[in-house]
């Protein structure tokens, strides 16, 4: 599990799940108002949440499963300047090909 970007996102393409991909957004949480909680306690908020709701997306846990989860979560940058509250979980295959989403595929 690894977060998708160091880089400053603004903006995640739709895709078609029928057109061949490589990430589905699984699950998404906003995090509560108040002062950036720091780096380090947003990427575990973000891993902790990714991997909890990784099972109930899939069918299987994420140790158990061939999928990959990368994740986003807000930068100081992001949620000081821009009201960014937002962790978005990814689940798919750094080497593409997928086709069709990955919702109750047990794998």
């Not at 400053?8 to 949480?29: F, G, L, N, Q, R």
Request: glycine letters at 8%; proline letters at 4%; a negative charge.
């Amino acid at each position: 599990m690894r977060e998708l970007s160091r880089a400053e996102v603004t903006d995640i393409p739709t895709v078609d799940c029928a057109s061949d991909h490589k990430w589905e957004v699984y699950a998404e949480h906003k995090v509560d108002d108040g002062d950036f909680p720091g780096e380090s306690s947003l990427q575990t908020q973000t891993e902790d949440f990714c991997v909890s709701e990784f099972e109930s997306f899939v069918g299987l846990p994420y140790e158990q499963s061939i999928y990959e989860v990368q994740y986003f979560y807000p930068t100081e940058e992001t949620w000081t300047k821009a009201d960014d509250r937002l962790i978005t979980c990814l689940v798919g295959s750094s080497t593409g090909g997928l086709k069709g989403s990955l919702k109750g595929v047990n794998e």
